[in-house]
């Protein structure tokens, strides 16, 4: 059948990608067209067979769900994601949006979610397990109690707020240099910028300020 949604199912098992299996590929319009038990191979998958939808368990072997999202994203592979995983703590939760993941489903509702998860990120639209929404409520009501405390932050460029993100994942301005393709040196410029924006008086003031607001900025 033409048009059909790609998709590939990454779990360390083989049970639970069977039954995932079994409920996608019940929809005429989704192809199953790999399946992982660890990271390494998903992310082998993903770059030879460019599913439209991954869907991702966090805990595997080699390679972590998190190590594969950073892995595609290094890459520039685009390709939805979608986070299936036992993990309802907001702190997890968050690192996952964080890292730009479309979809974040728990197993436990996995039976009712997936389906629909996968049909909203392949119209480009994310998707997370409504038992988890009072995550994302808390989550958007900090931010914009951040915005409403530090206001500055409209003044930052998308350069900067970028930067300002990678100095919340505790990356050094050499890291930080390389992902963004400038030097170091340059980073030192924006770092200097942003204290003067957000009136944050020197490095660690600076590295404090990102820590503290990982999940809102």
Do not use: W
Request: aromatic fraction near 4%; include cysteine.
């Amino acid at each position: 059948m033409e048009n059909q949604i790609k998709i590939i199912i990454a779990d360390d098992h083989p049970i639970v990608r069977q039954g995932l299996r079994q409920m996608i590929e019940a929809d005429p319009n989704f192809t199953v067209v790999g399946e992982a038990g660890d990271g390494a191979e998903t992310l082998r998958l993903i770059e030879t067979h460019l599913p439209d939808v991954a869907v991702i368990d966090i805990d595997m072997p080699k390679l972590s769900g998190f190590e594969v999202v950073q892995e595609i994203a290094r890459k520039k592979i685009g390709v939805g994601i979608i986070f299936l995983t036992m993990h309802s703590e907001e702190e997890i939760f968050q690192q996952a949006l964080d890292l730009g993941v479309n979809g974040y489903v728990l197993k436990d509702s996995a039976t009712t979610d997936i389906v629909a998860g996968i049909k909203s990120i392949a119209r480009g639209k994310p998707y997370i397990s409504p038992s988890l929404s009072v995550l994302l409520l808390n989550r958007r009501r900090r931010t914009e109690q951040l915005k409403s405390e530090k206001p500055e932050l409209d003044r930052l460029s998308p350069t900067e707020r970028r930067i300002l993100k990678l100095i919340a994942e505790d990356k050094t301005s050499k890291e930080i240099g390389a992902e963004l393709f400038i030097s170091h040196r340059t980073v030192h410029s924006h770092r200097a910028n942003i204290c003067q924006k957000l009136n944050l008086r020197g490095n660690l003031a600076l590295v404090k300020f990102a820590l503290t607001h990982r999940s809102e900025l």
